[in-house]
């Protein structure tokens, strides 16, 4: 059984910044990509940021060059630090694990306030 837990969320102003952090314990061999998405009320869940095992990005374009994706391998933990926030970016922030199989965090609340 794997477990994956999300941190860092919170309230910040327009313009400010957050860390996210997701870490995976557990029966763990190895991770394939780790991804951050979001989900805000009323909307589907979105891809925001990938990062492969050999630390190949992908970003969504509405955050590109304010997000910044990160893992650390030893640690089995992916990072999401996300500057310049914008009230667009208020949703639930979820991770997702890839092993063999796929797994998701539980979410952690961002809000932007104007």
């Known amino acids: 059984q794997v477990q994956v837990v999300e941190s860092g969320g919170g309230l910040v102003q327009a313009g400010g910044s957050l860390r996210l952090s997701c870490a995976a314990s557990?029966?763990?061999?190895?991770?394939?990509?780790m991804a951050w998405y979001r989900q805000a009320p009323g909307k589907q869940r979105e891809l925001v940021a990938s990062?492969?095992?050999?630390?190949?990005?992908n970003y969504a374009d509405s955050v590109k060059g304010r997000f910044t994706i990160s893992r650390d391998n030893a640690k089995n933990t992916v990072y999401l630090r996300m500057n310049s926030l914008k009230p667009e970016d208020t949703a639930v922030y979820y991770c997702r694990v890839r092993t063999s199989y796929i797994y998701w965090g539980q979410g952690t609340q961002v809000t932007v306030s104007s």
């Open positions: 990062i492969s095992s050999r630390a190949t990005t």
């Open positions: 557990g029966m763990i061999f190895s991770i394939n990509d």
